[in-house]
């Protein structure tokens, strides 16, 4: 079967310029990884396409400190959370754009924050977590999840949802929400989160504890191979050498095993860490399934770095393959 499949691609690709797309089996030509920072505020793409040879390009914005970046491929539609302005910011057309360009805001959401960070895409809807306190009292945690709609060059503010815990990073499972409890080790899931369509405190459906991590803050979960992935950052005063990560496979019915309130077992995860990872403050993550690569936006070492690893699914002290220096790294989100 492999070898007709592979005759019928070489005689197809002789008639056209699509060789690329056919050889390759469905794989897509382009993978890229946008990130954003707290140091300028700017948007760098990582073309990581050909792991061996990862280009980027830096995209200038007005912003000087932002989190939460996405981008939708299907409409070229750039977008991050300012935390200059304290609002959504996106950019239409940005994909041909070469580096060093800067970039007009074309879809400028309403400066409704106080500390936006991780950002969510559901269809139209946008969901920003602001890890500001809300009650004015510190010791007590709390958070609030901002859910914007876009329509067009529009993105309205829908309602907030107040957090009985600090917030970081969050993402979606079809409906369900997934955020970290920020401080702790701990996850939370919202189920059916966007059907909570008023200004409102809402409980998580549920928590559990996560062994083995000291202090989680990025999570990303990807659907089609069903792995989660957290960040520990462990004590922030350390940003250098305490961080690592927890790949978790079959994350769906290990979740589902667990009890509210519960804990999730080491032994169920594999974690990657130490001195030679580079982890020290690993803010966010970014999973590709298809090459079994983790992206990793960290803020402490060497001042900040965008990172990838493969090879990790016997955990430990693992080198990345990919480091590059990235002033105070923030988010990441890979686009394929
Ligand atoms: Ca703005
Ligand atoms: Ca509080
Ligand atoms: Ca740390
Ligand atoms: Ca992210």
């Not at 290990?254 to 982890?279: H, P």
């Not at 990790?312 to 923030?330: D, Q, R």
């Amino acid at each position: 079967m492999l070898s007709l499949f592979v005759s019928a691609a070489l005689v197809s690709c002789s008639d056209d310029d699509n060789d690329a797309i056919v050889i390759n089996d469905g794989e897509p030509t382009s993978v890229k990884l946008y990130t954003s920072n707290n140091a300028d505020g700017n948007i760098t793409v990582y073309d990581v396409t050909d792991q061996s040879a990862v280009t980027s390009k830096t995209l200038i914005t007005t912003s000087i400190a932002a989190d939460g970046v996405y981008y939708d491929a299907t409409n070229d539609f750039l977008l991050q959370a300012s935390r200059t302005d304290l609002g959504l910011e996106g950019y239409n057309n940005t994909s041909s754009l070469v580096s060093g360009a800067t970039l007009t805001v074309d879809v400028d959401g309403t400066n409704d924050m106080q500390s936006p960070r991780e950002v969510a895409v559901n269809g139209n809807f946008i969901v920003v977590a602001d890890n500001a306190d809300v009650d004015g009292d510190p010791l007590t945690p709390d958070g609030r999840l901002y859910v914007y709609t876009k329509d067009g060059n529009t993105i309205t503010l829908r309602n907030t949802i107040t957090t009985s815990f600090k917030l970081w990073g969050i993402t979606f499972d079809n409906n369900n929400l997934y955020a970290v409890v920020d401080a702790t080790n701990e996850l939370a899931v919202f189920s059916d989160f966007l059907s909570n369509t008023t200004d409102m405190t809402l409980a998580a459906t549920k928590r559990i504890a996560v062994e083995g991590i000291v202090r989680t803050h990025g999570l990303t979960f990807d659907a089609s191979s069903d792995v989660m992935i957290l960040t520990d950052i462990a004590d922030a005063a350390n940003g250098q050498d305490d961080g690592g990560f927890h790949y978790i496979q079959n994350f769906t019915s290990k979740f589902n095993g667990v009890a509210n309130g519960g804990t999730l077992e080491v032994s169920q995860q594999v974690r990657v860490s130490g001195a030679s990872t580079l982890l020290g403050n690993p803010v966010d993550v970014a999973y590709d399934a298809s090459t079994q690569t983790v992206y990793i936006a960290e803020a402490g070492n060497g001042g900040g770095r965008i990172l990838a690893f493969n090879n990790f699914e016997a955990g430990g002290n693992i080198a990345p393959f990919i480091n590059n220096s990235l002033a105070a790294a923030s988010a990441v989100y890979l686009s394929k």
